[in-house]
């Protein structure tokens, strides 16, 4: 099964795809999370994406499409993935309709998470990560059940995104708007989208995911 989560910053893309490859064994393929891998390592792409992810725009379509046609290839791709943050602009969903074409893959499912904006500000400035293995928490929404104490890997010590920030978050927002919000009615006209309220709790908006999913036929 090969998924896509759409949605703004925010919207819980990160926290669904991480659920859903625990209950159906697919691979989650963040482009954020590849890119911010590539800035820590000093790449060149990630030479040439920090500043942008930093002030809140979309890196290059041709740098995202490369990493993700490198990814999708990859052994542990056979059975399905979800890609959480790509596609982000209707040049990068043309590339991805080739990409699996040529793959003989198909796309089962565009997932929408609606949330209302002021929603996605508090969201993101409440954000925090386990610094060892990357478990996305928040201040108040989803708290480790031990306080202090990552629920994952145990670890105590946490940070939060460069990118996190007040500013930022309104530039990223309205990068959304321009560039990724029309890919809703690309992926409608394709019958292909679903919509989930992403406004429920967590654990509900799953619950809804999960639904979709067994709605989808098997191959
Ligand atoms: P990326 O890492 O993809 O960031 P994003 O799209 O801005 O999304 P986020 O990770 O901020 O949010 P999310 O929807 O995953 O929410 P999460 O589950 O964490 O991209 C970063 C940057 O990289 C971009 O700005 C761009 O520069 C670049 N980039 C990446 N891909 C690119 C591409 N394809 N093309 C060009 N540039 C690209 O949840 C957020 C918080 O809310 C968490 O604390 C969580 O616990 C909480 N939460 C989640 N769900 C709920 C809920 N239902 N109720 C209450 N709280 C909730």
Same mark, same amino acid.
């Given at each position: 099964m090969n998924l896509i989560l759409l949605g703004p910053? =925010? *919207?819980?893309k990160g926290t669904q795809a991480e659920a859903i490859t625990k209950t159906r064994g697919l691979v989650q393929l963040s482009t954020g999370d590849m890119l911010r891998q590539a800035v820590k390592a000093g790449t060149p792409v990630g030479i040439e994406a920090g500043a942008i992810m930093e002030a809140g725009g979309l890196v290059p379509d041709e740098v995202v499409i490369k990493i993700i046609a490198e990814r999708i290839? *990859?052994? /542990?791709c056979v059975n399905g993935f979800i890609l959480d =943050?790509?596609? +982000?602009t209707l040049k990068q969903a043309a590339a991805l309709d080739v990409l699996l074409g040529d793959q003989n893959k198909k796309l089962d499912a565009v997932i929408e998470l609606k949330v209302d904006d002021a929603a996605l500000v508090d969201r993101i400035s409440g954000r925090y990560m386990c *610094? /060892?293995?990357?478990a996305s928490y928040h201040d108040t929404n989803c708290q480790p059940k031990v306080a =202090?104490?990552?629920? +994952?890997? =145990?670890?105590t010590q946490f940070v939060r995104r460069a990118d996190d920030n007040a500013e930022t978050v309104r530039n990223r927002l309205m990068a959304y708007y321009r560039e990724t919000a029309p890919l809703i009615g690309y992926y409608f006209a394709k019958g292909k989208l679903k919509t989930v /309220?992403?406004?429920?709790?967590i654990a509900d908006v799953t619950k809804q995911v999960e639904g979709i999913l067994a709605g989808i036929a098997s191959p």
């Amino acid at each position: 099964m090969n998924l896509i989560l759409l949605g703004p910053p =925010g *919207a819980g893309k990160g926290t669904q795809a991480e659920a859903i490859t625990k209950t159906r064994g697919l691979v989650q393929l963040s482009t954020g999370d590849m890119l911010r891998q590539a800035v820590k390592a000093g790449t060149p792409v990630g030479i040439e994406a920090g500043a942008i992810m930093e002030a809140g725009g979309l890196v290059p379509d041709e740098v995202v499409i490369k990493i993700i046609a490198e990814r999708i290839t *990859a052994p /542990d791709c056979v059975n399905g993935f979800i890609l959480d =943050g790509f596609p +982000r602009t209707l040049k990068q969903a043309a590339a991805l309709d080739v990409l699996l074409g040529d793959q003989n893959k198909k796309l089962d499912a565009v997932i929408e998470l609606k949330v209302d904006d002021a929603a996605l500000v508090d969201r993101i400035s409440g954000r925090y990560m386990c *610094a /060892d293995c990357g478990a996305s928490y928040h201040d108040t929404n989803c708290q480790p059940k031990v306080a =202090g104490v990552c629920d +994952r890997c =145990g670890s105590t010590q946490f940070v939060r995104r460069a990118d996190d920030n007040a500013e930022t978050v309104r530039n990223r927002l309205m990068a959304y708007y321009r560039e990724t919000a029309p890919l809703i009615g690309y992926y409608f006209a394709k019958g292909k989208l679903k919509t989930v /309220d992403g406004m429920a709790p967590i654990a509900d908006v799953t619950k809804q995911v999960e639904g979709i999913l067994a709605g989808i036929a098997s191959p």
